[in-house]
Every structure is written in C-alpha cells, then in structure tokens.
C-alpha cells in the first residue's frame, strides 16, 4: 500500500506504518538471484552452521537494508524521494522469521529547499528483537 506522505502531514514523533515479510530459503533465493549474492551461509544449513550459526543458513543484511527502502517507499509514495540511509546488522535473521521495519520521525526541517524528514528506523524480528537500528532522511513534497 502506498500512501504518498506529504510534509505538513507528518509530525515529530510520528511512526511509520509497520510493514513486514517472512524470510524464508525462497526469499533468500530471490534476493540472491537478482542481487547475484549466492553465499553459501545463506544458502546451505551446513555453511551457516560451520559459520557458528547453530540453526544452519541465516538471511542476508542486505536483505534487511532493502526491506527498509521498500517501507520507505511505500510510506511516501513515487512524489518523494529517500535522500539517505544508514543501519548496522546486529543480529541474524533465521528462517522464517517474520520481520518488521519500524521507524520514528525524529526531525523535520527545510533544508537546501527540501521539505525533509528525519527517521529513526529498524528491523524487529517476531520477537521484538533490533536487528538492523538505523536512521533515514527523505524529502517530501509539500502542499503548498
């Protein structure tokens, strides 16, 4: 669902809207077919093991990266434009879980002649666990 955000719309301390996937071998498979990133550790419940991860092959960060662009997206819709983002990978995703970004505007200002907002983002597992924290600046259109 796309809901095409406009500045005068948004507020500090706002959420964004929650939006979520469960990650299995064939969302693994797709990310990594398309982005060429056919690792064994994501691919192979052995490598992942051998990688200390006692329940075999785990997702990729990048994965995570790419499902906050796409809330992002979403949020703002095609008159806007994401200007920036930063995350860490904190803890692994395993098969099947379900995650979650989530994000709270932390500023809002004009700057360079941008309407931009001010997030602070992250990928929840089912649990409630961080595991991507990050932050995010987009530039909406304004109203007026």
Same mark, same amino acid.
């Given at each position: ?5 406009? +500045?005068?719309?948004? !507020? %500090?301390? $706002? ?8 990650? &299995? ?5 797709? /990310? ?12 192979? &419940? #052995? *490598?992942?093991?051998?990688?200390? @991860? #006692?329940?075999?092959? +785990? ?5 995570? /990266? ?11 819709? $095609? #008159? ?5 983002? =930063?995350?860490? +990978?904190?803890?692994? !995703?395993?098969? @099947? ?14 700057? $360079? =002649? #941008?309407?931009?907002? /001010?997030?602070? %983002?992250? %990928?929840? !597992?089912?649990?409630? $666990? ?11 259109? *304004?109203?007026?």
């Amino acid at each position: 669902m796309t809901y095409n955000v406009h +500045f005068e719309d948004v !507020n %500090v301390g $706002d959420s964004l809207p929650a939006w979520s996937r469960t990650t &299995d071998f064939m969302s693994w498979n797709r /990310y990594a077919a398309v982005n060429d990133e056919f690792v064994y550790i994501h691919m192979d &419940d #052995e *490598a992942g093991r051998a990688a200390l @991860n #006692e329940q075999g092959a +785990f997702g990729m960060g990048n994965l995570r /990266y790419a499902y906050i662009v796409n809330a992002l997206h979403d949020w703002i819709g $095609d #008159e806007a434009e994401i200007r920036e983002i =930063g995350c860490q +990978f904190r803890a692994i !995703n395993q098969k @099947n879980d379900t995650l979650t970004v989530v994000g709270t505007v932390t500023d809002k200002k004009i700057e $360079d =002649g #941008e309407h931009r907002i /001010y997030l602070d %983002v992250n %990928v929840v !597992n089912q649990l409630g $666990d961080a595991t991507c924290p990050g932050h995010a600046v987009v530039a909406l259109p *304004a109203r007026t």
